[in-house]
């Protein structure tokens, strides 16, 4: 019981390790967006057009690690909840009960997010016009290519789902400035010296991608109200305006 738990501690860890390294990535990709319709689509389109194993060999371990975090976070609390003991101590029950309902809580929420982001920008169930947004601005022939640009500020300019995303990125700041120092201890490396530096790291780290995510949706909310009085119109290019229609060029 004792080292299957441990195992699952290890598992959790390892599969967070792999997540937090994947926001971060995932993260300076979509900051491209800033660099205008030509740069962040030639970086989606280059994405896209990697080798099928590579493609697909990442997502299978990207969608393991969600599957086996997701998993052995509530094994984990499922065994908590069934040990817990009839002690005196209940304050730290109490917190330490608290503190694995609020991950557990925003993890939920994240993973919800997570297929609802699947469905909105990747499959595009949600709105599958998306899948028709062409140009061949960004690509690296004459071929057109998807347009990540006009889909990503056509999805921000709908307030309901700019709120949604910008509250699922705090959750997800909060799950992480959590999660990302537990890791350390969970592998057993984090010291009671470095405690306090590694509390920190994770707090920076996560308030980091709360903004690099967030200013994303925030950026065409201000530009949709015109929220800057000095506002920079050369900030986003002119598609900002008005998605690029179909067979556009630069
Ligand atoms: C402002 C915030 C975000 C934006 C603008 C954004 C944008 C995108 C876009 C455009 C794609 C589709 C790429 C393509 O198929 O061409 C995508 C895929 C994805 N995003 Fe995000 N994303 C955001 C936040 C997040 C967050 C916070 C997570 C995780 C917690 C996440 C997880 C994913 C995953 C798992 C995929 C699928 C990757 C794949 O196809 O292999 N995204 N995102």
């Known amino acids: 019981m004792f080292s299957s738990s441990l195992g699952k501690k290890y598992l ?11 926001v971060l990535v995932h993260m300076a990709g979509n900051l491209q967006v ?27 371990i990207l969608l393991s690690a969600i599957l086996i975090h997701a998993w052995t976070a509530y094994s984990l609390i499922m065994e908590n909840k069934a040990a817990r003991p ?13 503190s694995s309902l609020r991950m557990g809580l925003t993890g939920s929420i994240i993973l919800a997010f997570v297929v609802f982001h699947l469905l909105h920008f990747t499959i595009r169930l949600i709105y599958p016009e998306y899948s028709e947004m062409m140009t061949t601005v960004g690509s690296p022939d ?3 290519i998807h347009d990540a640009f006009s889909m990503i500020i056509s999805g921000f300019k709908n307030d309901f789902v700019s709120v949604f995303y910008i509250v699922a990125m705090f959750l997800l700041c909060r799950h992480l400035a ?17 405690r306090k530096k590694l509390d920190l790291l994770s707090v920076a780290y996560a308030w980091i991608i709360f ?12 530009q949709k109200y015109q929220i800057f009085e000095s506002y ?17 060029k630069k």
């Open 12 to 22: 959790m860890a390892l599969s967070g390790i792999v997540l937090v390294g994947f």
């Open 34 to 60: 800033f660099a205008g319709q030509e740069q962040i689509n030639s970086y989606a389109h280059s994405l896209q057009s990697l080798p099928w194993f590579v493609l697909w060999g990442s997502r299978l």
């Open 86 to 98: 009839n002690t005196n101590d209940i304050e730290i029950t109490k917190r330490a009960g608290w």
């Open 142 to 144: 004459e071929r057109e």
């Open 178 to 194: 959590h999660g990302f120092s537990s890791v350390f201890q969970s592998l057993g490396i984090r010291s009671e010296s470095w």
């Open 211 to 222: 903004a690099g995510f967030s200013i994303v949706p925030l950026s065409v909310m201000a």
């Open 232 to 248: 920079d119109s050369t900030f986003f290019p002119p598609s900002m305006e008005e998605p690029t229609p179909k067979h556009s």
